[in-house]
T-cell receptor, first 114, second 112 residues
């Protein structure tokens, strides 16, 4: 099925460990983004990309890196995990100019940092 | 800067009664507004959007939303709530760089 695929679905990390959250879409969307969802704070934008080779920071970029080497993939890297990064992470994509229906979201990655 | 506000953390309604989930926005220019729903342990699903045209927008699962420019509101409504409508609802506005700015979410609880 076409859509946004996120892996893994669940992950537990120790403080200081690094890891990469994977995001892939097969809809040829130019725009991809990463959000984190925390109780009472809604979704906050971490990083986004408007096309291969182009990335930019969102509202809460510290502690995260991204790259966009292909249109399909937009991995999110945690450089040195901290308990404050415990959250649910969502990847989303769309055509530029927002498409018809805004974003298509992945099913999320629940990350716990201990 | 663009922003949205959802003033209610939770809305409780009895099954069969009408429901309203409130959203107000602040944008420069014409707003592109969205409602998304999130069921437990799932990603966000698109419900409906307002881009231009009729102020009453109809969406998925019997939901509709009313765009009110003078009150800068985009409230989500449904004439008759179902228990299965219980979920987390997010209002969002698209800024001029294609980023979606989300509200903090409203939990809808429909009681049998």
């Amino acid at each position: 099925n076409a859509g946004v695929t996120q892996t893994p679905k669940f992950q537990v990390l120790k403080t200081g460990q690094s890891m990469t959250l994977q995001c892939a879409q097969d809809m040829n969307h130019e725009y991809m983004s990463w959000y984190r969802q925390d109780p009472g704070m809604g979704l906050r934008l971490i990083h986004y990309s408007v096309g291969a080779g182009i990335t930019d920071q969102g509202e809460v970029p510290n502690g995260y890196n991204v790259s966009r080497s292909t249109t399909e993939d937009f991995p999110l890297r945690l450089l040195s995990a901290a308990p404050s990064q415990t959250s649910v992470y969502f990847c989303a994509s769309s055509y530029l100019q927002g498409g018809v229906n805004g974003y298509t979201f992945g099913s999320g990655t629940r990350l716990t940092v201990v | 800067a663009q922003s949205v506000a959802q003033p209610e953390d939770q809305v409780n309604v009895a099954e069969g009664n009408p429901l309203t989930v409130k959203c107000t926005y602040s944008v420069s220019g014409n707003p592109y507004l969205f409602w998304y729903v999130q069921y437990p342990n799932r990603g966000l699903q698109f419900l409906l959007k307002y881009i231009t045209g009729d102020n009453l927008v109809k969406g998925s699962y019997g939901f509709e939303a009313e765009f009110n420019k003078s009150q800068t509101s985009f409230h989500l409504k449904k004439p008759s709530a179902l228990v299965s409508d219980s979920a987390l609802y997010f209002c969002a506005v698209r800024d001029n760089t294609d980023k979606l700015i989300f509200g903090t979410g409203t939990r809808l609880q429909v009681f049998p």
